[in-house]
């Protein structure tokens, strides 16, 4: 059972940054990563199709009931809130958008800092929207790991500075200084 | 490693749904717990208790809190055509199915505030199906119920519904079926002449009648897997040999132990048929 995880929120400007970060993750990666963008509600996702060529890691859409799995990276459904539940399977949920967003960030680093407490790494990425503030805070005050993109660095700086502001604990860095340091986390235990 | 704050909440939490059900009956004890917490901090904040505990507490000693936590349980998210290729899907392959049998039961398992059973109702009519269906709409929260046998919906919702309804190859207007009155949508009062509403519940109710067409969306994600197990199972059991059950768009069979009674009728859309016995 994977009771630990990279969680990641992204909106205006994410293909780009994602595509400096993703790419970097070894073959066997230690962790699973969950990724919330921020994406209109159409039936189909092309996300996962557009990363799968580009990773080493496994990429997919999340399904409601999955186990979370270590090497995966999962991106939540269009028009559909991703949450993780505490024996590490991921659920999802049609509950009413968070600050106009369905998927929302918050709502899934909420349930990863209940779910995994200190064993969570929360990354902020460029977007034009104040999601995903709330959730970093959260995931900090539970003892995991705050991260954001530096604002200077991001095609839109509004997210990672929410985030900065809410999250004093969080720390800043360019893409290329988080895909080393995502690179490097520790095979086993928390971060 | 989990806070021991939020281990503790757990624990409240499960006394809280296990106060519920054996006070009032209504057992949540299998639903999705992340989403549900969520839900229930959300109550917690709406009613002022600082803890699961003392809205435990209250929903024992206040016989007026459960109908409010009702709509705090259950998710009542709903709109018409919702995912309109589920119902073009409908419209172009299951409904010439349905068109064999002389008489047509459809169950809309779980129908919230009514608006699926409405686009249903609005689909049978101009597929020329009407008269010959009998629809079920089953939800377990009595004010949802109460919504959905009005039919009247916000005026600010109706532009998504038509568009929604065209894309989902309606032939006529949306238009057609609703009358403006007092800042809302009155839907046509005949489109819930062959419709029966009900309380039901897929935790601990049985089948009731013999279908040709379950629809039960986004209802599933927040079961657990033996919940989930349960709910197909009745539908399997409710439905009639080579009958259809609809799912929501991120809904699937994949982890249920009931997917060998079913075969993918049409996958992107998620409409399962019903194996021969």
């Known amino acids: 059972m994977t009771n630990r995880a990279v969680v990641i929120g992204a909106s205006a400007g994410a293909i780009e940054a994602l595509s400096k970060l993703l790419p970097a993750l070894p073959a066997k990666y230690p962790w699973p990563i969950l990724l919330v963008v921020h994406v209109p509600p159409d039936t189909r996702s092309a996300l996962p199709e557009l990363f799968a060529p580009k990773c080493r890691i496994a990429v997919k859409e999340a399904e409601d009931k999955e186990k979370l799995r270590p090497g995966v990276a999962y991106f939540a459904p269009p028009n559909y809130h991703l949450l993780v539940e505490t024996d590490g399977a991921l659920a999802l949920s049609s509950e009413e958008p968070e600050l106009f967003s369905r998927p929302s960030i918050n709502v899934l680093f909420d349930s990863a800092a209940d779910a995994f407490g200190s064993d969570v790494v929360g990354v902020i990425l460029t977007g034009a929207s104040a999601d995903g503030a709330e959730g970093l805070r959260k995931i900090r005050a539970a003892g995991g790991m705050a991260l954001a993109q530096d604002p200077k660095t991001a095609q839109c700086p509004a997210m990672p500075e929410a985030a900065l502001a809410a999250c004093p604990g969080a720390r800043a860095m360019g893409l290329a200084e988080l895909a080393a340091l995502l690179a490097s986390l520790p095979e086993e235990g928390a971060a | ?277």
């Open chain 2, 1 to 277: 490693m989990r806070s021991p704050q939020a281990e503790t909440e757990d624990i409240e939490l499960r006394l809280l749904l296990e106060a519920i059900f054996q006070k009032y009956h209504y057992d949540f004890r299998g639903y999705s717990m992340a989403s549900l917490k969520r839900r229930l901090s959300q109550a917690r904040e709406r009613f002022g208790c600082d803890s699961f505990s003392k809205l435990q507490e209250k929903v024992l000693h206040d016989g007026a809190t459960l109908p409010r936590l009702l709509s705090f349980l259950t998710v009542q998210v709903s709109e018409m055509f919702r995912d309109p290729a589920y119902f073009l899907c409908l419209r172009r392959q299951v409904i010439p199915h349905l068109k064999t049998y002389p008489s047509l039961k459809v169950w809309v398992a779980g129908c919230s505030t009514g608006e699926e059973l409405y686009s249903l109702a609005i689909l049978f009519r101009e597929e020329g199906l009407e008269n010959r269906t009998l629809f079920y709409a089953t939800d377990i929260n009595a004010a949802s119920l109460e919504t959905a046998q009005a039919g009247v919906y916000g005026l600010d919702r109706i532009a998504l519904f038509t568009k929604n309804h065209r894309e989902s190859g309606g032939k006529t207007s949306l238009s057609d079926y609703y009358t403006a009155a007092y800042g809302g949508a009155v839907f046509d009062k005949t489109l819930r002449e062959r419709a029966v509403f009900s309380d039901h519940s897929l935790v601990s109710d049985s089948v009731f009648a013999e279908m040709q067409l379950v629809s039960c969306r986004n209802v599933l994600i927040y079961f657990n897997r033996e919940l989930q197990d349960r709910a197909v199972g009745l539908f399997k059991d409710a439905l009639v040999r080579k009958g259809f059950l609809g799912l929501g768009a991120r809904e699937s069979l994949r982890f249920s132990a009931q997917a060998g009674a079913f075969s993918d009728f049409a996958r992107a859309e998620r409409i399962y048929q019903k194996e021969g016995a």
